[in-house]
């Protein structure tokens, strides 16, 4: 079985600052994708990006990228100018690459804080 | 992505009692899965439900507890039974929009259930 551990349960960054959020998974599987998603306290779960594991190029979608390390099992978050908005938890998430009817595994989340 | 919608969005219930929640996306999709959030915790997935055949359940749900329908590709339902306090969550329904691997799950906004 796959395993995802987020080891940070609580970050907090300034405004318009960096931060990197962690995560390491665990699985015997080649392919596979990984995901980061944002929960507001409105509870909406909210795909923030996503990583190929075929895929060696990092994703990107504006100021969220990925640090993806597949021999260390590592898939880390950068949020680069840090938002308000940006308040959340922060949970990262594997799916098998069988197929769509894979459901995901997540981690246990880590609660970002925005210091304005 | 499709846009998902739950009813109810929260309630509060009387133990013994079974609760049903209803899922409705607005495009026909492949997969629909269910997942569980207790409080302050990750989410974990309860069943995967396929239109046309029966739930799938995931090692710690039993569909006695936790009947799922999926009568066309645009709905289901999920029923929590016999409730206990312990069942206390936000219950959110997922969608994968087709049957490759590539599928991105996009969930809807979550019913809170709490159960006195």
């Known amino acids: 079985a796959q395993t995802v551990t987020q080891s940070q349960p609580e970050m907090s960054v300034q405004e318009a600052e960096t931060v990197t959020l962690s995560c390491t998974y665990d699985?015997?599987?080649?392919?596979?994708?990984l995901f980061w998603y944002k929960q507001p306290p409105s509870r909406q779960m909210i795909l923030v990006i996503r990583?190929?594991?075929?895929?060696?190029q990092n994703a990107t979608e504006n100021r969220f990228s990925v640090n993806f390390q597949k021999a260390a099992k590592s898939f880390s978050l950068k949020i680069s100018d840090s938002q308000l908005g940006d308040a959340a938890m922060y949970f990262c998430?594997?799916?098998?690459?069988?197929?769509?009817?894979?459901?995901?595994?997540f981690g246990k989340g880590t609660h970002l804080i925005i210091q304005p | 992505s499709a846009v998902i919608s739950q009813k109810p969005s929260r309630d509060i219930c009387q133990r013994g009692t079974s609760l049903t929640i209803q899922c409705q996306v607005d495009?026909?999709?492949?997969?629909m899965f269910w997942y569980r959030q207790q409080p302050g915790q990750s989410l974990t997935l309860i069943a995967t439900?396929?239109?046309?055949?029966?739930?799938?359940?995931e090692s710690g749900f039993v569909i006695d507890k936790f009947p799922i329908s999926r009568p066309n590709l645009t709905f289901s339902t999920l029923t929590v039974s016999n409730m206990s306090p312990e069942d206390s969550s936000i219950y959110l329904c997922?969608?994968?929009?087709?049957?490759?691997?590539?599928?991105?799950?996009?969930f809807g906004p979550g019913t809170r259930l709490t159960v006195l």
């Open positions: 997922s969608v994968t929009s087709g049957s490759t691997s590539t599928d991105t799950q996009y």
């Open positions: 699985t015997s599987e080649s392919d596979y994708y």
């Open positions: 990583q190929e594991a075929y895929k060696q």
């Open positions: 998430a594997y799916r098998s690459g069988g197929g769509g009817a894979d459901g995901l595994t």
């Open positions: 495009s026909q999709v492949t997969m």
């Open positions: 439900a396929n239109q046309g055949s029966e739930a799938t359940y």
